[in-house]
């Protein structure tokens, strides 16, 4: 008896174990670049018409991935998708992705392998229709310049970052330019 007791204690604790735990499930905000990335990818896919089989999508993906700044391509390097990356896990995306499994499952499973991935959240856009540039840090300021793919070569003071943006606003924040003539 008491062996039969044991056994069915120890297939209980099994059967639990297998049972995947409410943790599993990314919670809201959770996996933030990797859900948006691959949201926009497989609706790019989409709008394409591309092939859903593993080897197109891993393709599209290395190509998508050429073009990905910030933490877009750390994702990207994570996953093994850009050419310094060490790992390759890109299968990991383009198999499920090939059976349109929805891209919360599989930032779920890419969780389990690598947690990082995971903990890339974007940082804070900076509304430029009404910031105070003057206001901000040399860092913020470069950092505005680095999203737009621009250098301030040459800039020394808080005043030349600040040049250059409001030279290059036009460009790449039109609207937010216009907003500003309009103060």
């Known amino acids: 008896l008491?062996?039969?007791?044991?056994?069915?204690?120890?297939?209980?604790?099994?059967?639990?174990?297998?049972?995947?735990?409410?943790?599993?499930?990314?919670?809201?905000?959770?996996?933030?670049?990797?859900?948006?990335?691959?949201?926009?990818?497989?609706?790019?896919?989409?709008?394409?018409?591309?092939?859903?089989?593993?080897?197109?999508?891993?393709?599209?993906?290395?190509?998508?991935?050429?073009?990905?700044?910030?933490?877009?391509?750390?994702?990207?390097?994570?996953?093994?998708a850009t050419s310094d990356a060490a790992t390759k896990m890109i299968n990991e995306v383009s198999k499920p992705l090939s059976y349109h499994v929805p891209v919360e499952k599989i930032c779920e499973k890419l969780k389990k392998k690598d947690s990082q991935i995971c903990e890339l959240k974007y940082d804070k856009q900076l509304d430029l229709t009404s910031v105070d540039l003057k206001k901000l840090k040399v860092k913020d300021l470069k950092k505005i310049l680095e999203e737009w793919g621009e250098s301030c070569k040459g800039c020394a003071e808080k005043s030349d970052f600040i040049r250059k943006i409001t030279e290059l606003m036009p460009k790449y924040a039109p609207a937010a330019a216009k907003a500003r003539t309009d103060l």
């Open 2 to 80: 008491a062996e039969m007791l044991c056994l069915s204690g120890l297939s209980v604790a099994l059967a639990l174990a297998l049972v995947p735990g409410p943790s599993e499930a990314l919670k809201e905000g959770d996996c933030e670049v990797c859900v948006t990335f691959l949201g926009k990818f497989y609706q790019s896919l989409k709008d394409s018409n591309a092939n859903f089989n593993s080897a197109d999508i891993e393709q599209a993906l290395i190509k998508s991935c050429k073009d990905a700044k910030g933490k877009e391509n750390r994702f990207c390097y994570y996953i093994g």
